[in-house]
């Protein structure tokens, strides 16, 4: 039965797959991702999730056509280093324009982003803007696309859509019905 199963179902089968990864990465996103802003300085932490984030450093980075502020941050779950993560803040020479360069750990099961922002002068809360999002199961919509195209891909495989179904027995049968006109 298997053996025998059209490509075409085979693809069809396939890309709905797909599309149920493809809802469920939608779901995990939407209802269980988590957003922090935060004022840090230099060995400060904040925990997302089931990660710890500590600032390092933040130190000044020349670009090619731009300054940075360029956070170097440790990312950890359960006490053991994951990761460093460098976020920026560019200001662009030519026009003063200012941009964020987020950092981002994506694994199988969620992706932390990290983003810096300026120093806040207040005294009661001098350092680092600091916003770090959680957003789980956001791999899987790549997944679920890739999964969906690979199905339509698997479906035109199938020899019926290159060759046709043959009609020759079709053809045979609506010969045999025609009855000839007399005149």
Known sequence: LLR?????????????AGVGVLVAGITGVSLWQTE???TLNPGGTVDIGVYTLTLESVDSVPGPNYAAMQGRFS?????????????????YNPGGQSTTEAAIRTTFWSDVYVTIGERTP???????????????????????????SLGGLLSL???RLRIGVPRARAARRSSALE???HG
């Open 179 to 181: 009855v000839p006109a």
């Open 36 to 38: 922090k802003v935060v």
């Open 157 to 159: 495989t199938d020899r």
């Open 75 to 91: 990312l950890a779950r359960d006490g053991q280093f994951l990761a460093e993560m460098t976020p920026e803040r560019r200001l």
């Open 4 to 16: 025998t199963t059209p490509r075409a179902s085979w693809g069809m089968m396939t890309a709905h």
């Open 122 to 148: 207040n005294a009661l809360e001098a350092g680092w803007t600091v916003r770090v999002y959680e957003k789980p199961l956001v791999v899987w919509l790549w997944i679920g696309a890739s999964v969906m």
